[in-house]
């Protein structure tokens, strides 16, 4: 093994065994100004300089330092976190909202990009970039048949705004490649992918993530729902992450009375900070339902515990993931930055968020959604038994427990009948989104006639999608399985329909297909349509 990377493997081990590394780094970069000597600082910075000095061959100290850093914060908890300069890059785009680029939304099907979505008023759509065109050259590249990969993707199309980029594009049925020159441009990241009229009554809202413009895209929900005469609202948080505190607490205050207590964090030398309703919320009235699963973490988790710990709406679904630690970043003068764990977060009631874990054990920690799959949590009732975690009073007197995510006033189970084996196989391979893109390009001028993504989804209930997915699956080496076709049908022809559909008409259009069939979108839609979305409808009732 070369002298340089044998070192730099062990650095960070050697780093692990004393706790004065981290006021080390802080006094080279003047983060913590703590003074010389203390815990232990001035032995490890002598050996440092001792290597440095001495070693048999050159070292570069910074990169040594580099891979150092990561293994001393993330030493620490689960979501204490190191990132380069390039990782914040992305972050930052990713919360802030915005990046610049083309404007697709891609795939990567069979070695070749195929645009999925045009981003409205992007680059792509004034440049004539359609739904199903194939990238095959980048700036006279050769990107097709080169298993590219989706970073890979990234990489090629975002770039300065104002920067020109040639694609060359293979748009079906025309065997020649179109040269299409792009200028990229200012993309928005939006947090809010959907919100629409389920029922005359009832506006759902689909919220990804918590971010730097999140709350304006909320409140531009709601006031389109409104408009439509929307009276109860669905939010829905499932996969939802989290993201900016701020994002979150603002969309609560919508719906809590002045003095409603959101939230309050605190740590060992983190003062309490409590967060309150101030009383300007639009939808304080209006019933709600909100949808978590076993991916809603941190901010969504607060969303969901401020509801339930107020009273003022029901939560459904399934357990949270359980994120709430709370992290200070300082940034670096090399755009890198840390971001660490100084306090945790707490519902109304008192109940943490945070689940256990242990030091050192993060990959086990990140895999519990897993372990929680295997053990049934998501088909059963939740494996956490409730006669073991603690228990805490909602501001009506209800019982809700803490310690391990945030556990739903119902709880839906994942459809297992149709999630069979048969699906995974499809949807793994990614098959269905395969085959959408595939019967689209054969009826493109057909399915580009329609006026409305109702209207297109009504005349794709009438054709043998289902039967034509099988084939075409049949061709790729899955097999059919008649039962669990029978049994996963259903859920395959709308997860189809919605991609189909979403070729021409966005995320708009793909979620009310998708969701015809969706458990969690169903019951909310009963529970607000009988009248038993109020957390004292269910207090003396049980749900399945």
């Given at each position: 093994m070369n002298p340089e990377k044998r070192l730099r493997a062990w650095l960070p081990l050697w780093i692990a065994l004393g706790i004065a590394t981290g006021i080390f780094i802080g006094n080279r970069y003047s983060v913590f100004n703590l003074g010389s000597g203390r815990?232990?600082?001035?032995?490890?910075?002598?050996?440092?300089?001792?290597?440095?000095?001495?070693?048999?061959?050159?070292?570069?100290?910074?990169?040594?330092?580099?891979d150092a850093i990561p293994s001393i914060v993330e030493g620490l908890d689960p979501h204490s976190r190191y990132f380069t300069s390039e990782q914040m890059l992305r972050l930052t785009e990713e919360l802030e909202g915005h990046f610049s680029g083309i404007g697709v939304e891609f795939f990567?099907?069979?070695?070749?990009?195929?645009?999925?979505?045009?981003?409205?008023?992007?680059?792509?759509?004034?440049?004539?970039?359609?739904?199903?065109?194939r990238i095959i050259t980048v700036n006279d590249?050769?990107?097709?048949?080169?298993?590219?990969?989706?970073?890979?993707?990234?990489?090629?199309?975002?770039?300065?705004?104002?920067?020109?980029?040639?694609?060359?594009?293979?748009?079906?049925?025309?065997?020649?490649?179109?040269?299409?020159?792009?200028?990229r441009g200012d993309i928005p990241v939006n947090s809010v992918e959907t919100a629409y009229m389920i029922t005359e009554d009832i506006g759902l809202i689909k919220v990804v993530k918590f971010g730097g413009h999140t709350f304006n895209e909320f409140i531009s929900a709601l006031s389109k729902l409104k408009?439509?005469?929307?009276?109860?609202?669905?939010?829905?948080?499932?996969?939802?992450?989290?993201?900016?505190?701020?994002?979150?607490?603002?969309?609560?205050?919508?719906?809590?009375?002045?003095?409603?207590?959101?939230?309050?964090?605190?740590?060992?030398?983190f003062p309490r900070s409590d967060s309150y309703a101030n009383g300007s919320g639009t939808c304080k009235t209006n019933d709600l339902v909100v949808l978590i699963d076993e991916l809603s973490a941190s901010s969504s988790e607060i969303f969901a515990g401020a509801i339930q710990d107020n009273d003022r709406g029901l939560v459904i679904g399934r357990r949270s993931f359980g994120k709430g630690l709370v992290q200070s970043q300082r940034v670096f003068k090399d755009g890198s930055a840390m971001r660490l764990t100084v306090a945790r977060y707490y519902t109304a009631s008192g109940r943490s968020i945070q689940r256990d874990y242990e030091k050192g054990k993060n990959t086990e920690y990140e895999m519990e959604a897993v372990y929680r799959y295997m053990q049934g949590d998501y088909v059963n009732t939740d494996t956490i038994d409730s006669e073991h975690m603690t228990p805490f009073k909602t501001t009506g007197g209800r019982t809700v427990f803490g310690g391990s995510g945030i556990m739903p006033d119902i709880f839906i189970p994942r459809d297992s009948v149709a999630m069979n084996s048969y699906y995974y196989s499809l949807m793994n391979k990614g098959l269905v989104q395969e085959y959408a893109a595939y019967y689209t390009d054969l009826n493109r001028s057909k399915l580009d006639k329609f006026d409305s993504w109702e209207e297109l989804n009504e005349y794709l209930k009438k054709q043998p999608a289902l039967v034509n997915l099988v084939s075409y699956a049949?061709?790729?080496?899955?097999?059919?399985?008649?039962?669990?076709?029978?049994?996963?049908?259903?859920?395959?022809?709308?997860?189809?329909?919605?991609?189909?559909?979403r070729h021409f008409w966005g995320y708009d259009g793909y979620y009310p297909v998708y969701f015809e069939t969706d458990k969690l979108v169903n019951k909310a839609v009963e529970l607000l349509e009988t009248g038993k979305a109020s957390p004292n409808a269910i207090v003396n009732e049980e749900y399945k």
């Open positions: 815990f232990g600082s001035e032995k490890f910075d002598s050996v440092l300089r001792y290597i440095n000095e001495s070693y048999v061959d050159t070292i570069k100290m910074p990169l040594l330092l580099e990567v099907q069979q070695d070749t990009i195929v645009v999925m979505g045009i981003i409205s008023g992007g680059p792509s759509e004034a440049a004539g970039i359609k739904p199903g065109d590249s050769l990107v097709a048949g080169k298993n590219i990969t989706n970073s890979g993707v990234v990489e090629n199309l975002r770039g300065e705004k104002g920067s020109k980029v040639t694609l060359g594009i293979y748009r079906k049925p025309d065997p020649n490649i179109l040269d299409i020159t792009v200028t408009n439509q005469n929307a009276k109860s609202f669905i939010i829905d948080l499932r996969g939802n992450e989290g993201g900016y505190l701020e994002a979150a607490t603002s969309m609560i205050n919508e719906f809590l009375s002045k003095g409603d207590l959101i939230v309050y964090a605190e740590g060992r030398s049949d061709s790729k080496g899955i097999r059919r399985r008649p039962y669990l076709i029978n049994e996963a049908g259903e859920l395959l022809e709308s997860i189809l329909n919605g991609f189909i559909v």
